[in-house]
């Protein structure tokens, strides 16, 4: 462990390294994070199943490039896919545990989650996979940093996907639907808006911007069936530590949840990634219990 | 409170079944083990769940740390833990006499309750401010980072974990054994929270799952009364999870130490299914649960996950109120609540299930 920090303050280029794989597979959390926040601010149901969203969406492009089509084109129809499997789990569950308290929501979609994993390694079987999408591997800085086209291509992707998101929710008509009904679902009821219906496309919607962050996460990283609760845990500890509605803190907290696993993974070895993802999550959650305990006085 | 009617000739005949299953029904000693087991993980879940209100996902915790320490206390009273666990060891096939065997089961087993009870004591010292989901995903959280830290501990043989000594008799005896051991496990755990709840310290925590302001307000040391609730469901955690890792022989750390999304879950499906806040609801939850796990492994070979993860779905998301709170809505008067009458006949249920004398 020492040698590897040995490793990164005399040769600082691999930090280049470890900072750039960061921030690309960051944007990708930041993306399924964003889908979390909106469902949990909007409907606040907590979607544990938010991972298997993602790895659906991979296995879509596994699917796409054996039918030889190239994951970039298989992103569109998984967006509209994913989102009227999203709208078809509302229907199914959602609707009935919006009321609820929200640890029936936790446990509804884990159910679900494990339905959701259990079929895709029935259908795919357990083996990792990786969709190839033909990129070059480019090298600079004197060939001591590797970094893979379709990783920047990736990242772009994500920049335009989540510039779209945010353009359709702040100008469209659904979009600031959704912004009322959050705010106040009563007073939206009262002013016409089918917020049953809002409900329904904000679920959808966070289903397919799942499915998108999966198609780049097939692309640039491995899926399997039970990656998943990673993913899911990944997107709880981003929100939990940005809080909702501040896609800002969203943004800033993904990229430095994956610079930290990034730097986690070379220091102490890739066995600890995981460990790290968990250990921030209950980390994030007493760092904010610590900052709420200012406010509250307890009988001790 | 919620108590069935005829009580006591109930506790007599689940008791006198418990004491023959294993002799009338030989070949399923095993699974009877299994399932008293998991009454144990059900009424211990409960005791945090049901009736203090925090939905813990992360108890397997203390079931894994029980299991681990019974197992470095078995093996460290008489071998070296660190070369015990190492891959090519030489004394990893050591054979456990009589006297060490049950002597290292004993203590290993009173060891396991207490330091889970320490480890409860010290998780809730900074994981009781959380609140609601908050604490359900950081139990969560602790639950699974315990399993992936327990795989890099080359002490306790990492991912590759640790054989168990090996029961010095036959393996009738073997099972007879760990089988008693278990029912006595399960009926210490139902005896003691039948009475837990009949006492003030059951009003104060069901105090505190009704309205944890008020009951601070009203000079609950919640705080106090949650970790202790926490450190007792640990001591009962503790002693199923030494049992198990004897049981079964072999300890691994993310499938039979620390299994979250299989026995960490199936201990609120089980609660849930059966009602929780009841007495009854988890022993009767876990049992029907049990059912239908062993008979979908039997016969939908494949598509097990697939059934279990519906039947969770389902239960919760549409038979929220278990077993025992639907009967207690369908015939309340059985139960000892009183039903207005201009009540019973307006609306079907009463107006308050958390007001049962």
């Not at chain 2, 796990?293 to 494949?302: Q, S």
Request: proline share 3%.
């Amino acid at each position: 462990m020492l040698d590897n920090i040995a490793i990164l303050t005399a040769a600082p280029v691999f930090n280049v390294q470890l900072i750039l794989d960061g921030i690309f597979i960051g944007a990708i959390f930041a993306l399924a994070a964003y889908g979390l926040a909106l469902v949990w601010g909007v409907m606040n149901v907590k979607n544990l199943a938010q991972g298997e969203f993602v790895i659906m969406g991979g296995y879509f492009a596994h699917v796409m490039a054996g039918w030889g089509i190239h994951p970039i084109i298989a992103l569109i129809p998984a967006i509209v896919v994913m989102f009227l499997f999203g709208w078809g789990i509302y229907r199914l569950i959602i609707r009935w545990i919006i009321q609820h308290d929200m640890f029936t929501s936790l446990l509804a979609t884990f159910g679900m989650a494990l339905v959701i994993q259990q079929s895709l390694n029935l259908a795919f079987g357990p083996e990792i996979q990786t969709v190839d999408s033909g990129f070059e591997i480019r090298f600079i800085l004197d060939g001591l940093v590797t970094v893979a086209e379709i990783k920047l291509v990736s990242f772009l992707l994500c920049v335009l996907l989540a510039g779209i998101v945010v353009v359709f929710m702040k100008r469209s008509r659904m979009g600031q639907a959704i912004r009322a009904t959050a705010q106040d679902p009563r007073a939206a009821r009262v002013m016409g808006i089918d917020t049953e219906k809002v409900y329904a496309f904000t679920f959808a919607l966070n289903a397919a911007i799942c499915g998108a962050a999966g198609v780049l996460i097939s692309m640039i990283w491995v899926i399997q069936p039970f990656y998943g609760i990673t993913h899911s845990i990944r997107s709880f500890v981003i929100v939990t530590a940005a809080g909702f509605g501040n896609l800002p803190g969203v943004i800033v907290s993904a990229f430095g949840l994956g610079l930290a696993e990034q730097y986690s993974g070379f220091v102490l070895g890739a066995e600890f990634q995981q460990a790290t993802v968990v250990g921030l999550l209950v980390v994030v959650l007493v760092w904010r219990q610590l900052l709420l305990s200012r406010h509250r006085q307890v009988v001790q | 409170m919620n108590a069935l009617p005829n009580e006591h000739r109930i506790h007599l005949a689940v008791l006198a079944f418990g004491l023959a299953a294993p002799f009338i029904f030989g070949a399923f000693t095993f699974q009877f083990t299994i399932l008293w087991i998991m009454i144990l993980f059900a009424l211990t879940w409960d005791m945090m769940g049901g009736q203090m209100g925090y939905n813990s996902l992360g108890n397997i915790v203390f079931f894994g740390a029980g299991m681990y320490i019974c197992a470095v206390v078995q093996v460290g009273l008489y071998y070296d833990v660190g070369l015990y666990t190492a891959p090519d060891s030489s004394i990893s096939g050591a054979s456990f006499t009589y006297q060490q065997y049950f002597t290292g089961l004993v203590l290993g087993l009173i060891c396991a309750a207490i330091g889970c009870v320490l480890l409860a004591f010290v998780m809730s010292s900074f994981l009781f401010g959380l609140r609601g989901p908050y604490f359900a995903i950081g139990t969560l959280g602790i639950a699974l980072s315990a399993g992936e830290l327990m795989g890099a501990w080359e002490w306790v043989g990492a991912g590759s974990g640790i054989a168990m000594p090996v029961f010095p008799g036959g393996v009738e005896a073997r099972s007879l054994m760990f089988y008693f051991i278990a029912l006595g496990a399960a009926a210490a755990t139902y005896w003691f929270v039948r009475w837990l709840y009949s006492t003030r310290y059951g009003l104060a925590i069901n105090a505190i799952r009704d309205d944890e302001e008020k009951a601070e307000a009203m000079g609950v040391h919640t705080k106090r009364y949650k970790s202790i609730t926490w450190s007792f469901s640990a001591f009962f955690l503790g002693i199923s999870g030494g049992l198990f890792g004897n049981m079964t022989g072999f300890i691994e750390p993310l499938e039979v130490a620390f299994p979250t999304v299989t026995f960490g879950i199936f201990m609120v499906a089980m609660a849930l299914l059966g009602g929780k806040g009841t007495i009854w609801g988890p022993v009767i939850g876990a049992t029907l649960f049990h059912v239908i796990k062993e008979v979908t492994w039997t016969y939908l070979l494949g598509w097990q996950w697939v059934a279990l993860g519906l039947l969770i779905v389902i239960n919760v998301v549409f038979f929220q109120q278990g077993i025992m709170g639907w009967m207690q809505r369908k015939w309340p008067e059985r139960f000892g609540i009183q039903v207005d009458a201009s009540m019973r006949k307006g609306s079907e249920r009463p107006s308050d299930r958390t007001s049962t004398p």
